[in-house]
């Protein structure tokens, strides 16, 4: 098909709207915003390229941080008064309080010379939304809405709408005085309305305002060109093919757009109308097949209907059946217990008519009381044997007392423990098996990190559904101070991967966790739940430094900057043969790039198990300059202090003025300092009883404001050892290797950057 026979083709379905064959009713559902639900009202096209009314955009800013917008350009402010609609569904606010969390989180690295924290920084504003047409998080940038176009083409089709849904309403000229006259004509340059006489008096002939546009009666009112939100001063004229936007010269020249593919306007205008009207041709096209399977779909939708109801009379009948069978079990059960106790207080009855006869002057003591005073001997002998047999026997009994039934019902104590373990795992055929959550992957920090494997059944699952608790941590979380259940099981988003992430956790807390599968509307039983304890302070992020004091003799480095090994130096090897046994060879140390000057933080790592030495904890800037430029003779394992080695030189020769505070790990073992605080561990002068086996993690936590340093066991938060630290200037996490060792940083600690 030519182009000419491609526009004519598009002119004649312009004509039949036109004409009415295609009513302007039938197209309300596209007139509707994805927010408000109602008409769109100064629609605004977002990036990609959904249309959302500028109230919605606006409210949806304004709920996180009431500056969180710009007045707005031309292109983007509304042009007449509007009122106000429900707020949006609470589930696209949470989106957007979360990604508002996410990028507040967010800061940058720092070096030895300008610590990474930036304090008293100002929180940034919020300018990222959830699209409600695809529900990916859109971008504004520091103008936000102003950046936005408007979409007047959406808007002039709205109009029309709405003067079809009111033909039998005129509007009225603006300028008359009451009773105002219908309206003839309206000036796109005045934006107002005229009756006849009114145009002629405020457009007289020879004047420039003779010279303006009018149109028809219309409410709607759009500029004459589109100009451009970021140059207010430029019109359009360019058409990016990268961000499918309109822009202007300026934008080309030195803008955002500058390294972008652009084509001019009437070129686009001319491509993307012959696409639209290609499309709409074989939509039409198609008609027929659209109503067949139109036809096919409310088909589907009947036997939908149907077979639901089916499948819900046929589960209810299970479930009918279960109760009956139940109920006949209850019957049953209750009838032998009853049947039990009966007999028992039988028995127990007849025991105690028995006792009650061995009384004077009742049962079996009275008769022989009587028989006694029988005189006729033959007589007397005839009853008294049969008499002292019952008599010897009540006796024995009396003797020794057993009571004719146990009251005790323990046989039958029902356990249905079982049962109700079957009866919450019930569920449907197509119901996925529970995932299971990765304890080697997962991470919690005052973030949570948590990965799970899924089922082996090889059927694909729609989402998971994570669900956390806090079981217990501080006396008075923060949570708890706004009214919340702590142990309440608490449920993320859908996720869609094989991880998630959950925000705001309370600092020195247990929290439990399990994850279950969605597939058709049908849920998976929950996995079994994991606990995790959280670090006692936010986690710290940062990087190894290649600056400060580092050997590239010795330590090599990663890309990355998350791992530093030891190794043996060229010159260590060449002179190999003068190495003696009573020599040693220096510690090798190496500092984070960002320091830390105020607050609690806390960050976790890994040390090899083949590592020879290793020492972990803080250094201070004050004191690592001249540190490192005035080198003492000290980093033998003998002369340090917590080295771990007892050689009764650590005491005596520990120096205040040293930048380090550290703890000493190798072989696969960690060494207690004498001078251990810690209720955790034993101080004695004992080596033995100052080693214990090295944790797969290490974990340190600086409380900067009390000048105390801790050490933890990762895997389970317990305090190996904690002492004081001087905290005067800005600390750095610290490190020190000998022999061969590796320290490998966690990718959370790696990823992390926090802003003060």
Known sequence: MSDSEDMTEFASIVERIERGEVPIKNIERELICPICKELFTHPLILPCQHSVCHKCVRELLMLNHEDSFDAGSECSLPGSPRSRVPSPSMERLDRLVRSATVRRSLGSRGSISSPGWRRGSVTPRVTAIPCPGCQHDIDLGERGISMLFRNFTLENIVERYRQAARAA????????????????????????????????????????????????????????????????????????????????????????????????????????????????????????????????????????????????????????HLFETLQERKTEMLKSIEQSRGRRLDQLKVQVEEYQGMLENSGLVGYAQEVLKETDQSCFVQTAKQLHTRIQKATESLRTFHPASDPCFDEFVLDTSKEETLLKEMCFGGVPDPPLIDLSNSRVYNEASIFWRLSDDHLPTDHQMLEYRRLGGPSKSPSQEDGEDSGAWKTTDRVYGPSTVVSDLDPDSLYSFRVRSCRNSMFSPHSPEVTFHTPPAPAFGFLFSDKCGFSTDRLILNKRRDAVESVASMAFLLAAERVQTGSYIGLDYIIGDTGISQGRHYWAFKVEPYSYMVKVGVASESKLLEWFHNPRDTSSPRYDHDSGHDSGSEDTCYELSQPFTLLTLGMGKLFIPKTSSSSNVSATSDPGSRVIPMPQRLGVCLDYDASRVFFYDADTMRCLYDRQVDCSGTMYPAFGLMGSAKVQLEDFITAKRLTF
């Open 169 to 320: 309403v005129a509007i009225t000229c603006n300028i008359c005085k009451p009773p105002q006259q219908e309206a003839t004509k309206s000036c796109m340059d005045c934006k107002a309305s005229f009756c006849n006489e009114c145009f002629k008096l405020h457009h007289p002939w020879g004047t420039p305002k003779a010279q303006h546009e009018y149109v028809g009666p219309t409410t709607n009112f759009r500029p004459k060109v589109l100009m451009c939100p970021e140059h207010e001063m430029e019109k359009v004229n360019m058409y990016c093919e990268v961000c499918r936007r309109p822009v202007c010269h300026l934008c080309k020249l030195g803008g955002s757009h500058a390294n972008h593919k652009v084509t001019s306007m009437s070129s686009a205008y001319k491509i993307l109308k012959e696409k639209l009207a290609k499309s709409i041709h074989y939509l039409i096209s198609k008609e027929d097949q659209v109503r067949t399977q139109i036809t096919d779909l409310e088909v589907l939708i009947n036997q939908t209907e149907e077979n639901g109801q089916l499948a819900e009379r046929q589960a209810n009948e299970h479930f009918e």
